[in-house]
């Protein structure tokens, strides 16, 4: 009877504590539950206080940003059946207006810039009258800066991608950077905001093939697309690019090809029956002033 009695009296107090613990369990869990709640709404706070990650500042064209073209060696056009059409100015220097071939030039009265047929703006050479020459020498250093500035853009969101090859892409904000040649056949998309900012920085030359396109989509801008090409560019027949070329050397348009932007070289510029639209920057902040 006794053994009985005492293993009654232990089941009895196991059963008190195991009450007493579930009993804290109860109680205890809201407020667990409080305090990790309380924790994720603090963390969300914090996400939803920082601020977003700063938009790629442009690259400043400064005068530069005045012309469709602009190179230090000349500019030439041959024109078929369908005839070469800029619109915007276009400008040589430190070469003489010799060097601006094939457009059928007509001096404007004041000697400072000529008029053709196949551009709607003024075009500009070192041996022109007045303050031109002066113009033309800050918006060629101007070009040249803007070009180390797209180089020289430190910690590239992308590199080597595609090895070289873009085609079918959609690429989307932030600076690419190749040492190798880039080139696409059909088509290349850049997807964005107007806002966004794309660097592209090649090593190499930039060739885009014939009949290939570069797409805009979401609302980016043409102005806001910079191309630093080491080597020349070649836009094939009937292609079409977009945005502002900064070219070491030669910037090529083969028959029926197009741009929205800005072909800036610093060697020559070779139009062959193509189409250009100017879509870069002319801040006026720097005196900038397009015709």
Same mark, same amino acid.
């Given at each position: 009877?006794?053994?009985?009695?005492?293993?009654?009296?232990?089941?009895?107090?196991?059963?008190?504590?195991?009450?007493?613990?579930?009993?804290?369990?109860?109680?205890?869990?809201?407020?667990?539950?409080?305090?990790?709640?309380?924790?994720?709404?603090?963390?969300?706070? &914090?996400?939803?206080?920082? =601020?977003?990650?700063?938009?790629?500042?442009?690259?400043?064209?400064? !005068?530069?940003?005045?012309?469709?073209?602009?190179?230090?060696?000349?500019?030439?056009? !041959?024109?078929?059946?369908?005839?070469?059409? @800029?619109?915007?100015?276009?400008?040589?220097? =430190?070469?003489?207006?010799? #060097?601006?071939?094939?457009?059928?030039?007509?001096?404007?009265?004041?000697?400072?810039?000529?008029?053709?047929?196949?551009?709607?703006?003024?075009?500009?050479?070192?041996?022109?009258?007045?303050?031109?020459?002066?113009?033309?020498?800050? #918006?060629?250093?101007?070009?040249?800066?803007?070009?180390?500035?797209?180089?020289?853009?430190?910690?590239?969101?992308?590199?080597?991608?595609?090895?070289?090859?873009?085609?079918?892409?959609?690429?989307?904000?932030?600076?690419?950077?190749?040492?190798?040649?880039?080139?696409?056949?059909?088509? @290349?998309?850049?997807?964005?905001?107007?806002?966004?900012?794309?660097?592209?920085? !090649?090593?190499?030359?930039?060739?885009?093939?014939?009949?290939?396109?570069?797409?805009?989509?979401?609302?980016?801008?043409?102005?806001?697309?910079?191309? &630093?090409?080491?080597?020349?560019?070649?836009?094939?027949? !009937?292609?079409?690019?977009?945005?502002?070329?900064?070219?070491?050397?030669?910037?090529?348009?083969?028959?029926?090809?197009?741009?929205?932007?800005?072909?800036?070289? &610093?060697?020559?510029?070779?139009?062959?029956?193509?189409?250009?639209?100017?879509?870069? @920057?002319?801040?006026?902040?720097?005196?900038?002033?397009?015709?």
């Amino acid at each position: 009877m006794n053994f009985i009695k005492i293993n009654h009296t232990l089941m009895a107090n196991a059963l008190l504590e195991l009450l007493l613990v579930t009993a804290i369990l109860i109680l205890c869990l809201p407020m667990a539950d409080g305090l990790l709640q309380e924790k994720h709404g603090s963390l969300r706070r &914090q996400l939803d206080e920082d =601020p977003p990650p700063p938009l790629l500042a442009v690259v400043n064209l400064l !005068t530069a940003g005045k012309f469709a073209v602009l190179s230090k060696t000349g500019v030439t056009t !041959t024109s078929s059946t369908n005839p070469t059409s @800029v619109t915007g100015d276009m400008g040589t220097s =430190p070469i003489a207006g010799t #060097a601006l071939t094939g457009f059928g030039l007509v001096a404007d009265s004041s000697n400072t810039f000529s008029t053709s047929n196949l551009v709607t703006g003024n075009i500009y050479a070192a041996d022109y009258g007045s303050d031109t020459p002066a113009m033309l020498t800050v #918006a060629v250093l101007d070009m040249q800066a803007a070009y180390v500035d797209a180089a020289g853009r430190p910690s590239p969101d992308h590199t080597e991608l595609g090895a070289g090859s873009i085609e079918g892409l959609t690429l989307e904000r932030g600076i690419y950077k190749w040492s190798t040649n880039v080139g696409f056949t059909d088509s @290349v998309t850049f997807h964005g905001s107007p806002t966004d900012v794309w660097i592209m920085q !090649t090593s190499g030359s930039l060739i885009v093939d014939s009949g290939a396109r570069m797409i805009l989509t979401g609302g980016a801008k043409a102005e806001n697309i910079f191309w &630093q090409i080491a080597g020349q560019t070649t836009l094939g027949t !009937t292609s079409h690019v977009e945005g502002v070329f900064l070219c070491k050397t030669l910037i090529a348009f083969k028959t029926g090809s197009s741009m929205n932007g800005a072909a800036l070289a &610093q060697t020559a510029v070779t139009i062959d029956s193509a189409t250009i639209v100017k879509k870069s @920057v002319c801040d006026a902040d720097v005196g900038c002033e397009e015709s």
